[in-house]
């Protein structure tokens, strides 16, 4: 099964960190956002696929297309939006 990409918003904690255990089990990577970046570190860590992280507030426009700008090649693909 080929790797899919989610960009996860929210992933800071709630309804997002537990959206991104539970698509662990099905071969997503991750693009992790949210304004906490150490929160961030600590899903990540908790999660067997690789992850990026993006930190920005989505009430900011140009934070949001700077941070989107920065994705690396390999996660730019984007099979999931949460
Ligand atoms: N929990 C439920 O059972 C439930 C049910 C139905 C609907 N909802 C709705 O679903 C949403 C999420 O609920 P939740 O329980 O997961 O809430 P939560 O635990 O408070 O999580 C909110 C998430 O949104 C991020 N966030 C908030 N403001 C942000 C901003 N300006 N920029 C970037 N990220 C921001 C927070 O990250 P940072 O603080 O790190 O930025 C955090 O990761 C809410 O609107 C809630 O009303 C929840």
């Avoid at 790797?3 to 996860?8: E, H, M, P, R, V």
């Avoid at 537990?18 to 999660?47: P, S």
Wanted: charged share 20%.
């Amino acid at each position: 099964m080929s790797q899919k990409t989610a960009l996860i918003t929210g992933a800071s904690s709630g309804i997002g960190w537990a959206t991104a255990q539970a698509l662990d089990k099905h071969n997503f990577q991750f693009i992790l956002c949210g304004r906490r970046e150490d929160r961030l570190h600590e899903l990540a860590q908790t999660l067997t696929n690789k992850s990026t992280l993006l930190t920005f507030d989505v009430r900011d426009y140009q934070e949001v297309q700077s941070a989107i700008a920065s994705l690396p090649e390999a996660f730019r693909t984007i099979d999931l939006l949460d």
